[in-house]
């Protein structure tokens, strides 16, 4: 398990992102990494995967219903 640097979050949390204290501590992880910039979210789609993926799910006219 790698150890936290707390002292380094402090830092970017009180000092980096001007937080209280009380801000930071109220803050879950994940709340905190995202603030920081830090992800591992998906890029977001672009032009090239969407059209793949309307190759290969074409809208189709007649299946749509009018309600």
């Not at 803050?27 to 059209?51: F, I, S, V, W």
């Not at 074409?58 to 009018?66: L, T, Y």
Request: proline content about 6%.
């Amino acid at each position: 398990m790698t150890a936290i640097d707390w002292p380094g979050l402090m830092r970017a949390g009180l000092h980096g992102l001007r937080l209280t204290s009380r801000e930071f501590w109220a803050l879950t992880p994940a709340e905190l990494q995202l603030m920081l910039g830090a992800t591992h979210a998906a890029a977001p789609m672009d032009r090239e995967k969407l059209n793949a993926m309307l190759r290969a799910f074409p809208d189709n006219a007649k299946d749509m219903s009018n309600g």
